[in-house]
C-alpha cells in the first residue's frame, strides 16, 4: 500500500520513498546488536552522528536541527561535466530513492545532467568491530565514456558528547592525525575532563578502499585530507569542499599541519574512466578502536565484495529476526508491516537506552528507572527464561524508603540519579509489580517472589527528605544491618515495600505525594503540596494484585507464611493488631516518618520474622478498598455547560494537587482543565466500574480527542503561560511534549486499559488513532514506528525510543489477540472486531509461550464482530486439543500441553455465541 512518504516492499517490513529527501531532519536508527556497540543515526542526505557512548562520538553529535549539515557524503569529479554528490544542489537534475529496511539504509541519487547515478548502502555489522560500513556504487548512466576523480568525507569529532560545547577548540588540540594507507587514524592524546584528565585509549578512523574484484583485496585509496582545513579550504563549505571544487591532489600533511586540528575523514580514490551502463564500488570503514593496529585489522574483514555482502546478509538475518518475534496478521497489511516496526523499538530502547538519537539529546545513556522495567515487557513476552536473572537484579535498585536508584547502565550499574540531584519520582515503585507480574503469569515461575536480593543504599534518605553526610563511596551501595551485614530482603518483601510506603505517603488530601514527579516528569514544581491521584489508584489497584497472587499460592501451592523484615510490621499495621485510622493524613504520616523510617535507615536490624499468608492477605486488601473508596468519594468530578449546572456532560476523576494544595482538574471559569492520566489509572487499577468508565470514555472523547487529528491529547489547554505550582510542562507550548501532546505512552496506557476492563471498540478506536497519525506521513513525517509522541500539527517527535512501543506490543497480543499467560498456563481470549479479520476470516498471531514458538490463528468464517462470537474448538497441527472454558471468548490451556504439542500452528474455530 503506497504512502505519502514510504512504500512497503514484499518482504512487509523493508520500504522504498522518492520524498524522504525533500525531508532533512527524518532519520533512521543503525546500530549493533548490544549497548557497547556503534550507533548511528543517518537521514535521506546521509547526515546523522556515530558513536559507541557519551564518551566517543566517531563525528560531531548532532541534535535535530544539526541534521541539516552534510555528514557523510561522497563526490565524483566528472571531467568536463560537474559535480555529483548525495548532498542536493540547485543544478541537479534526478531522481533520488531511498530504500530502508531491518537495520539498514541505502540511498540512490541520479543525476541525469551530469550522467552519473551514485548508491550508498550504510549499516552495522553485528561482529567483527565497532564501525559502520558504507559502500558506495558509481554507475554510468550516460551514453559516453566518463572520467571520473571519486572523494569520500566523513569530519571527525574524536572525543566526548560534553566536548561539543565544553573545550570544544582545547580539546581538538589533543588529536594525533595519522595518514595511513588506507585512510585517516586519530589518535587522541589524553581525554579531556577537567574533574580529571585521563590517557586515550581509543582512536577512531575512516578507511577505505574499491573494489579491485569479487575475491581480491581492495585497492586503497591514492591519498587522504586529513584535517578539515585542508579539505574545506579556508572558504570553503561541506556542500563545496575546495579539495573537490578544484581537484586538488592530496599530500602527506607534515605533522605541524596535522596535530592538534579539527579531523577530516577524506578519502580520495584513483581517476577512473566508466564505460556507459559501468560501475565502480568503493566500501568505506568506519569507526572506533583500542589501537591503530585493531583499526586495520577491522578494516581488513571488510575490505572485498565477498566480506561486504556476508557481512550485509547476516545483518539483515539478525535484524529480521528480531523484526518477527512477534508477528501479527490483520486484514490490514498495512498495520501488520507497521507491527513488525513497533516490535522492534523496544529492541533499540534497550540498545540506545533514552539517548544518541537526534530528538533524544539528554542523557549519557543507560536508561531510567521506568524506561528499564517497562522495556522488560515486552522482552517477557519474546524470551521470558532470560530476563529471570535481570529481574531480580534490577530489584537491587530499590531503597528501604520505597524509592530507587534512577539510573541504570550495565548489570548492577545503578546510580542515584543522572545530575547528581537528590529527587524522587513517587511512580516508580508501581512500575516493577507490574513487569514481575508478567513474568510470572507468562512463566508460572511464582519462585522469583522468594529470592533474595540486596536493598540500594546512598546518602538519599526518606525519599529526599533527609540526606546522609556520614556515608562515604567507599561503604558501598547496599544496605547494611547494625553489625555491618548487607541485608537481604525477599523480591516480594522489596514489592511490599514500594507500596506499604506509598500508601502511608500521603498529603494533605490523603492522597499519595506527588514529590518530584510521576510519570509525567513535567510535573516536577510540587514536592511540597503535589499529590498524585492517578497513581495513588495504581498503587492500590497492584496491592491487590499483590493479594490475589499470594491468594493463588495458598490455595494451590500451600504457601502459608511468608518471611519479611521484621520492621516491615510497622506498615502491616492491621496485622499486628495495631489498626490505625486511614482516613487521618497525621496517623498516616507518622507511621512512615516516626516509626518505620527511623527503624530502616541508616542501617535495618537484620532481623527478620514470618507472616501469615492469610494476616497479608486481609492488611493487603483493607489498604486498597480504603483508597478505592477515598478516590471515588472525593476525586470524582462533575462538569456541566458553562450556563448551567444542569444536564451534566458526564463526569471523570481529579488526577492531581499542586503546590499550593489546589485540585488541578475541572472547570475553571470557563477553562475546562482535564488530563488523561488522571483517567487511565482508575480505569486500569479497578477502581472506576463500568458506568464510572462508559462516563470517563464520554469526557475524554469531548475533552481530549481531537476534531482534526483524530488522536487523544495528554491533557487539554489549561490557558496558563506557565504553572509554577505544578511543573515545567505547562511553560511548554500547549500541543508539544507533555503540555498536550499526543503523547502515545499514555494513549497506549489507555487502549490497554479499556480492553483489559471490556471495552473493546473503545480500546481499538485508540489504538486506531494512534495508527492514523502514525501512518499519515504528510504530518507526521517519520518512517514506521511509533513517536514518544505527536505535537499540534500531527509531526512525529522523539521517535523509536520509547516506552509506547512496549505497551503497544503487549496490548495487541495480549489484550486484542488475548494471547497471555496466567500462573504459566496459556490463555487465549480474542477481543477482535471484524475489520481485522481477512477476507477468509483469518486473524493470525506467531509469538513465544513455554518456551517455544507458536502460531495462532483465530478462524472467523463468518466474520462476526467482538460480541457476537465465542470460542468452539481448538486444534493444533489438525489435532483435537482439550481446554478449559472460562467465558465463551475465553479458555485455558494448561502449560503441559502446550510444551507437549511444542511447535505448531493452533487453530482457535469462532462460530456464532
Known amino acids: 500500500m503506497g504512502h505519502a512518504l514510504y512504500t512497503y516492499l514484499d518482504d512487509g517490513i523493508s520500504f522504498i520513498s522518492k520524498q524522504a529527501t525533500k525531508f532533512n531532519t527524518i532519520y533512521f536508527p543503525l546500530c549493533g546488536i548490544d549497548a557497547n556497540a556503534i550507533k548511528s543515526a543517518i537521514t535521506p542526505l546521509l547526515s546523522g552522528d556515530i558513536k559507541i557512548d557519551s564518551a566517543r562520538y566517531l563525528t560531531k553529535p548532532m541534535s535535530r536541527e544539526d541534521l541539516r549539515n552534510s555528514v557523510r557524503n561522497f563526490f565524483c569529479f566528472v571531467d568536463g561535466k560537474g559535480i555529483v554528490s548525495f548532498n542536493p544542489t540547485p543544478q541537479r537534475q534526478g531522481e533520488s530513492l531511498l530504500e530502508a529496511g531491518a537495520l539498514w539504509h541505502k540511498l540512490t541519487h541520479d543525476d541525469r545532467r551530469v550522467g552519473i547515478r551514485i548508491e550508498a548502502l550504510n549499516f552495522v555489522p553485528i561482529a567483527g568491530g565497532d564501525v559502520e560500513l558504507m559502500r558506495v556504487s558509481v554507475q554510468n548512466i550516460s551514453r559516453q565514456t566518463l572520467s571520473i576523480v571519486p572523494t569520500f568525507s566523513l569530519p571527525l569529532f574524536c572525543r566526548a558528547l560534553a566536548n561539543k560545547h565544553d573545550h570544544e577548540h582545547v580539546s581538538s588540540l589533543l588529536h594525533r592525525i595519522s595518514q595511513v594507507s588506507a585512510g585517516v587514524i586519530v589518535h587522541p592524546t589524553m581525554i579531556f575532563n577537567e574533574h580529571g584528565h585521563q590517557p586515550n585509549k581509543t582512536v577512531y578512523f575512516v578507511l577505505g578502499c574499491n573494489a579491485k574484484d569479487q575475491s581480491l583485496e581492495g585497492i586503497n585509496p591514492e591519498g587522504t585530507f586529513p584535517t578539515v582545513e585542508s579539505f574545506y579550504g579556508e572558504g570553503g563549505i561541506s556542500l563545496a569542499p575546495v579539495a573537490v571544487t578544484k581537484n586538488r591532489t592530496p599530500e602527506i600533511l607534515p605533522q605541524v599541519a596535522r596535530n592538534g586540528q579539527e579531523a577530516m575523514g577524506a578519502l580520495r580514490f584513483k581517476k577512473i574512466r566508466l564505460g556507459p551502463g559501468k560501475q565502480q564500488e568503493y566500501f568505506i570503514v568506519m569507526g572506533i578502536a583500542a589501537s591503530p593496529n585493531e583499526a586495520k585489522r577491522v578494516f581488513h574483514r571488510f575490505n572485498t565484495a565477498p566480506k561486504f555482502k556476508k557481512a550485509f546478509e547476516a545483518n539483515k538475518r539478525f535484524w529480521m529476526a528480531k523484526a518477527n518475534t512477534i508477528c501479527f496478521g490483520t486484514g490490514n497489511p498495512t498495520f501488520n508491516s507497521w507491527m513488525h516496526w513497533v516490535t522492534l523499538q523496544p529492541v533499540l530502547r534497550r540498545i540506545f537506552g533514552c539517548s544518541f538519537l537526534p530528538d533524544h539529546d539528554y542523557g549519557k545513556g543507560g536508561r531510567g528507572w521506568r524506561d528499564l522495567w517497562q522495556d522488560l515487557l515486552s522482552l517477557i513476552l519474546i524470551e521470558p527464561t532470560v530476563v529471570r536473572e535481570m529481574l531480580k537484579d534490577n530489584f537491587a535498585g530499590v531503597r528501604i524508603d520505597g524509592s530507587n536508584a534512577t539510573i541504570i547502565g550495565n548489570k548492577s550499574g545503578f546510580m542515584a540519579d543522572r545530575n547528581a540531584i537528590s529527587r524522587v519520582w513517587m511512580d516508580h515503585g508501581a512500575w516493577p509489580f507490574l513487569t514481575l507480574l508478567l513474568y510470572i503469569h507468562q512463566t508460572g515461575d511464582h519462585s522469583i517472589l522468594f529470592e533474595p536480593q540486596a536493598y540500594f543504599r546512598d546518602p538519599q534518605l526518606s525519599r529526599a527528605r533527609c540526606y546522609d553526610r556520614t556515608w562515604e563511596p567507599w561503604q558501598g551501595n547496599c544496605l547494611k544491618t547494625k553489625t555491618g551485614r548487607h541485608y537481604h530482603g525477599s523480591v516480594l518483601e522489596h514489592v511490599l515495600v514500594q507500596h506499604l510506603v506509598q500508601f502511608f505517603n500521603v498529603g494533605e488530601h490523603n492522597i499519595t505525594r506527588l514529590e518530584n514527579a510521576d510519570w509525567n516528569d513535567g510535573l516536577d514544581m510540587a514536592f511540597e503540596r503535589g499529590e498524585s491521584v492517578a497513581f495513588t489508584a495504581l498503587y492500590a489497584g497492584n496491592l491487590l494484585q499483590c493479594a490475589q497472587l499470594l491468594e493463588h499460592l495458598a490455595n494451590y501451592k500451600n504457601l502459608r507464611e511468608v518471611t519479611l523484615a521484621q520492621e516491615l510490621l510497622i506498615l502491616l499495621d492491621s496485622v499486628t493488631g495495631k489498626t490505625i485510622n486511614y482516613s487521618s493524613v497525621t496517623a498516616r504520616q507518622r507511621v512512615l516518618f516516626e516509626?518505620?523510617?527511623?527503624?530502616?535507615?541508616?542501617?535495618?536490624?537484620?532481623?527478620?520474622?514470618?507472616?501469615?499468608?492469610?494476616?497479608?492477605?486481609?492488611?493487603?486488601?483493607?489498604?486498597?478498598?480504603?483508597?478505592?473508596?477515598?478516590?471515588?468519594?472525593?476525586?470524582?468530578?462533575?462538569?456541566?455547560?458553562?450556563?448551567?449546572?444542569?444536564?451534566?456532560?458526564?463526569?471523570?476523576?481529579?488526577?492531581?494537587?499542586?503546590?499550593?494544595?489546589?485540585?488541578?482538574?475541572?472547570?475553571?471559569?470557563?477553562?475546562?482543565?482535564?488530563?488523561?492520566?488522571?483517567?487511565?489509572?482508575?480505569?486500569?487499577?479497578?477502581?472506576?466500574?463500568?458506568?464510572?468508565?462508559?462516563?470517563?470514555i464520554g469526557c475524554v472523547r469531548r475533552y481530549l480527542k481531537d476534531k482534526e487529528l483524530g488522536g487523544y491529547r495528554l491533557n487539554t489547554d489549561f490557558r496558563l503561560p506557565h504553572y509554577m505550582d505544578l511543573g515545567r510542562a505547562f511553560g511548554f507550548a500547549y500541543g508539544s511534549k507533555e503540555n498536550g501532546s499526543f503523547f502515545n505512552h499514555m494513549a497506549v496506557m489507555y487502549a490497554y486499559a479499556l480492553y483489559a476492563r471490556g471495552f473493546v471498540s473503545e480500546g481499538r478506536e485508540v489504538i486506531s488513532s494512534i495508527f492514523r497519525m502514525c501512518t499519515d506521513t504528510t504530518r507526521s513525517r517519520i518512517y514506521p514506528g511509533i513517536p514518544e509522541y505527536f505535537d499540534s500539527q500531527g509531526r512525529g517527535q522523539y521517535h523509536y525510543l520509547t516506552g509506547s512501543a512496549s505497551w503497544l506490543v503487549l496490548t495487541m497480543l495480549t489484550q486484542v489477540f488475548g494471547v497471555r499467560g496466567e500462573n504459566g498456563d496459556l490463555i487465549l481470549a480474542p477481543q477482535l472486531v471484524k475489520e481485522e479479520f481477512d477476507q477468509q476470516g483469518r486473524a493470525t498471531v506467531g509469538c513465544f509461550f513455554a518456551g517455544q514458538r507458536i502460531s495462532i490463528t483465530y478462524l472467523n468464517k463468518d466474520r462476526l464482530n467482538f460480541g457476537q462470537y465465542a470460542i468452539k474448538a481448538l486444534s493444533c497441527e489438525a489435532k483435537a486439543v482439550s481446554y478449559e472454558v472460562i467465558s465463551p471468548v475465553k479458555i485455558r490451556i494448561p502449560r503441559k500441553v502446550v510444551a507437549a504439542f511444542g511447535r505448531g500452528a493452533w487453530t482457535v474455530y469462532l462460530g456464532p455465541a
Open 595 to 696: 516509626q518505620y523510617f527511623p527503624k530502616v535507615q541508616p542501617h535495618i536490624s537484620g532481623k527478620q520474622i514470618n507472616v501469615a499468608v492469610v494476616d497479608l492477605l486481609r492488611d493487603l486488601r483493607r489498604k486498597a478498598g480504603w483508597v478505592f473508596r477515598h478516590i471515588q468519594q472525593q476525586e470524582r468530578i462533575q462538569v456541566g455547560p458553562a450556563s448551567s449546572s444542569k444536564n451534566n456532560w458526564g463526569s471523570w476523576y481529579n488526577g492531581y494537587y499542586d503546590n499550593k494544595g489546589a485540585r488541578v482538574e475541572g472547570r475553571k471559569g470557563k477553562v475546562v482543565r482535564m488530563t488523561l492520566t488522571g483517567q487511565v489509572f482508575p480505569i486500569l487499577s479497578g477502581l472506576a466500574q463500568p458506568g464510572d468508565i462508559e462516563q470517563v
